[in-house]
């Protein structure tokens, strides 16, 4: 498997693709899932390099889906990787794994595998870290501009509701990032 080629595949559809009010679903926090993923599988001891691969393009493809539909994102996004990676050498089974990893990620989040929750905890990373203020404000503005909120009260009380309810699966994310996120909860109480 190609990892590089999928990658860069993937980030040339999206540059293409993507809307400009995807302002957290944008490139950006594709990258950004990919690095937490990387981070915490190292933390987490995966040091085999295929299931390391399979994480890293399973994040690199889990919101591929945005650049067709909102809803149900996830699905599309497996459907683009398993038409798009069997051309990098990933097999049936490789394709499998990671069309798991990125139907984990919907939420509510439902991993199966240790490696469905490490991306399940990289795509939520920054509940639990200090820039999670700028990075709330643009799921805000991409939510605003779908009519799917109207204010930031309003959006205030869905991020607490949501926070109030989501747990870290993995041990490292819980020591690395619980603290931060109950700390962050609190300023939007």
């Known amino acids: 498997m190609n990892v590089e080629k999928a990658e860069v595949y993937i980030v040339d559809q999206f540059r293409q693709r993507l809307s400009d009010t995807l302002y957290y679903h944008g490139l950006h926090h594709t990258l950004d899932v990919a690095n937490a993923a990387l981070h915490l599988a190292t933390l987490e001891g995966v040091k085999d390099q295929e299931s390391r ?20 994102h996830e699905q599309e996004g497996c459907r683009i990787a398993r038409k798009a990676l069997p051309g990098f050498g990933y097999s049936p089974e490789q394709i499998d794994i990671i069309c798991g990893m990125i139907m984990a990620t919907r939420i509510p989040q439902s991993p199966k595998t240790h490696l469905e929750q490490i991306i399940c905890d990289a795509d ?53 990032r619980e603290i931060r996120k109950q700390e962050n909860l609190k300023t939007l109480l």
């Open 53 to 72: 691969d399979l994480l890293k393009t399973a994040a690199l493809y889990h919101d591929s889906g945005f650049m067709y539909t909102y809803k149900e």
């Open 124 to 176: 939520l990373d920054y509940l639990g870290r200090a820039d999670f203020e700028p990075i709330g404000e643009t799921l805000y503005r991409e939510l605003k501009a779908r009519g799917m909120v109207t204010d930031t009260d309003s959006w205030n009380a869905v991020q607490v509701k949501f926070i109030t309810g989501h747990s870290y699966w993995t041990q490292s994310a819980q020591l690395l």
